[in-house]
């Protein structure tokens, strides 16, 4: 931030260099700029400088689809056209090369290809034998797919709230929602970061359930060195674009040690096939795309540095905003790597924050603004408000923050400025009568 005179100074809680101008009879609004405020007579002119010129311009979105893809447009492109010359769109040995590198990656035997997320975790409750009756503990905290599996093999979501610190779900909750009904536990590695997997595993040993994870958000994040979705009996993967790892399209995986739920899951996706025309079950078509493996396996190559750029981003976010009035940045559970798919804070502004981030050029975003138990579609479970505080209080709270490897240390820098000048701002601005 720059000014003529580089005299600091603080208009309504904002950050602003003042510059003292003597200039009578000037025509203040022809002579600045759009990005400075300007007070007093024409005698004595004020212009306070609230941004740059520069970052007056600046337009954050909260992630940068194109930004992401142009470094690697060629490869893509090559991937594409390779795809295109051998014909082999629906599954095939594009989706085979990338299930085998994705399998390696994190760790697993094996990695099935499906058609998105939400077909991941429902092909592995389905595998499981899950069904009509039975009762699938996971986390209100998380996307609605999570849930929908479980609904769509005929079985009942049961939540468990999550934890304050990790936003996944509470290992202390999790065996007083265990009855004789519960037949799985889908844990959800929120925003990138793991769930806390030993206590939650234990408790599952002990009461011989199955752990699915929700590693949609998750990939290459890690629980005690291991990867995400390597630890249950199965990891659930969205390739859904935005992700860490995104398609050119909707995509998804299970990956798991298991030879039999691999059979199975593979059949399950192709119709029930054991082999072309020989239904061993009744499946569905859940199959990933040729170009879809395609593109995913060059864009696995470039993951892991590209999470890196995601946790050093999150290391300035949090640097930056450290100690902020009103505003809680994300921890970092001490067990494992956080991959940082969003960078979500928390603040009681919330919904005045986000809106005037927006006319500043910065798009932010909210996941998620209604837990589970308390949407519509699943009014007929009988949860209430207050049923699971802690998730309704970071639905109240959550705001996550431009976040995308291609972002650059300035815009986060203006980014963070922002943020902190509107939550001075609204810290002074009294509360309006009721
Ligand atoms: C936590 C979680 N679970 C499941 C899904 C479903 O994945 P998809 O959109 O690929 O079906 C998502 C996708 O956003 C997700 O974030």
Redesign the pocket.
């Known amino acids: 931030m720059r000014s003529d005179s580089g005299q600091e100074g603080d208009l309504n809680g904002f950050q602003c260099d003042v510059a003292l101008r003597d200039e009578a009879g000037s025509v203040v609004s022809k002579e600045v700029p759009p990005s400075r405020v300007v007070v007093g007579g024409p005698a004595k002119v004020k212009v306070l400088t609230m941004v740059s010129d520069k970052e007056y311009n600046m337009q954050i979105p909260l992630l940068d689809l194109k930004a992401h893809h142009e470094p690697i447009r060629e490869e893509l492109v090559a991937a594409i056209e390779e795809v295109m010359d051998s014909s082999a769109f629906a599954g095939g040995p594009f989706v085979a090369k990338f299930e085998q590198d994705f399998a390696a990656f994190c760790g697993s035997s094996f990695a099935i290809g499906v058609?998105?997320?939400?077909?991941?975790?429902w092909l592995s409750l389905l595998a499981l034998g899950i069904g009509a009756g039975d009762e699938v503990i996971t986390a209100p905290m998380?996307?609605?797919?999570?849930a929908?599996?479980i609904s769509f093999c005929g079985a009942k979501p049961v939540f468990v709230d999550i934890d304050e610190r990790t936003y996944t779900l509470d290992p202390n909750l999790l065996e007083r929602a265990i009855t004789p009904r519960t037949k799985a536990i889908i844990p959800?590695?929120?925003f990138g970061q793991a769930a806390d997997m030993d206590p939650i595993l234990e408790i599952a040993r002990r009461h011989g359930l199955p752990v699915i994870e929700?590693?949609?958000?998750a990939h290459g994040a890690e629980y005690k060195a291991l990867k995400a979705g390597s630890i249950g009996i199965s990891g659930?993967?969205?390739?859904?674009p935005?992700?860490n790892l995104g398609a050119l399209g909707?995509?998804?995986a299970v990956v798991t040690n298991s030879e039999e739920l691999k059979n199975k899951i593979q059949m399950l996706r192709d119709h029930g096939q054991a082999k072309k025309y020989r239904h061993v079950l009744v499946g569905w078509n859940a199959r990933m795309d040729g170009i879809q493996g395609a593109v995913l396996r060059v864009k696995l190559r470039h993951l892991s540095k590209t999470n890196d750029a995601r946790r050093a981003h999150a290391r300035l976010y949090s640097q930056q905003l450290a100690e902020v009035e009103d505003l809680i940045t994300p921890v970092e559970a001490g067990y494992g790597r956080h991959v940082y798919?969003v960078y979500t804070v928390r603040t009681r502004a919330r919904d005045q924050i986000m809106e005037a981030m927006a006319g500043r050029g910065i798009a932010c975003g909210i996941?998620y603004p209604i837990p589970v138990h308390l949407q519509e579609a699943y009014r007929w479970l009988g949860y209430t408000k207050g049923s699971f505080p802690v998730a309704e209080r970071c639905a109240e709270d959550f705001l996550s923050l431009p976040m995308y490897p291609e972002l650059t240390a300035e815009q986060i820098g203006f980014v963070t400025r922002e943020l902190k000048s509107l939550l001075r701002s609204f810290k002074r601005t009294p509360a309006p009568a009721s």
């Open positions: 058609g998105n997320g939400t077909d991941a975790l998380t996307f609605m797919a999570t929908e599996a959800v590695h929120l929700d590693a949609c958000q659930c993967f969205s390739f859904y935005g992700k909707e995509a998804g798919h996941h």
